[in-house]
T-cell receptor, first 115, second 110 residues
Framework: NAGVTQTPKFQVLKTGQSMTLQCAQDMNHNSMYWYRQDPGMGLRLIYYSASEGTTDKGEVPNGYNVSRLNKREFSLRLESAAPSQTSVYFC??????????????FGPGTRLTVL | GQQLNQSPQSMFIQEGEDVSMNCTSSSIFNTWLWYKQDPGEGPVLLIALYKAGELTSNGRLTAQFGITRKDSFLNISASIPSDVGIYFCAGQEGAQKLVFGQGTRLTINP
């Protein structure tokens, strides 16, 4: 059982370039999330999808867009990368929306550097 | 927004020692979660707490949901080398999203 998978594991971009981070889960979870993790800080929510067909902004959505492609897949897009977006990005999923008594399972992360 | 203060930020201990860390919040949470993150990996859930005063164990790990619902504690007994990593608390209030602490980095000297 793969759980939550993310691609790529590492990426280097130049300022202004665009890219899409991919995430997939095989646990039949309804909700999916994108976080970023910066040194000395906890995870901060970028966007989330409570269920297939819906997406909402989290704490730090500026500079990002998301697509819930289907129940399994949730992608994060950087249209014009900036050095401030250098971070480690984690995708997570949960069986129900986090408002319920359920827990989130995380992928291995994508390490992004923007030069 | 909600703030979680996790302490200590880092710990350096000897193998076999017990470890204690805690999180405090400026607001009430209905759920507290404790995660561990190994280098190069995503966080992995250790313990989930759903009720004020709840005390839950997972092997050598014990976590408590504070009575005030504004804090939580994680204890690790008889630490071993594989306990090394970063421990995160996370709180959830009602239908809102998880809020994470800054993490406690645990280093163990053999």
């Amino acid at each position: 059982n793969a759980g939550v998978t993310q691609t790529p594991k590492f990426q280097v971009l130049k300022t202004g370039q665009s890219m899409t981070l991919q995430c997939a889960q095989d646990m039949n979870h309804n909700s999916m999330y994108w976080y970023r993790q910066d040194p000395g800080m906890g995870l901060r929510l970028i966007y989330y999808s409570a269920s297939e067909g819906t997406t909402d902004k989290g704490e730090v959505p500026n500079g990002y867009n998301v697509s819930r492609l289907n129940k399994r897949e949730f992608s994060l897009r950087l249209e014009s990368a900036a050095p401030s977006q250098t971070s480690v990005y984690f995708c997570a999923s949960s069986a129900i929306w986090a408002g319920g008594a359920d827990t989130q399972y995380f992928g291995p992360g994508t390490r992004l550097t923007v030069l | 927004g909600q703030q979680l203060n996790q302490s200590p930020q880092s710990m350096f201990i000897q193998e076999g020692e017990d470890v204690s860390m805690n999180c405090t919040s400026s607001s009430i949470f209905n759920t507290w979660l404790w995660y561990k993150q190994d280098p190069g990996e995503g966080p992995v859930l250790l313990i989930a707490l759903y009720k004020a005063g709840e005390l839950t164990s997972n092997g050598r790990l014990t976590a408590q949901f504070g009575i005030t619902r504004k804090d939580s504690f994680l204890n690790i007994s008889a630490s071993i080398p594989s306990d090394v990593g970063i421990y995160f608390c996370a709180g959830q209030e009602g239908a809102q999203k998880l809020v994470f602490g800054q993490g406690t980095r645990l280093t163990i000297n053999p």
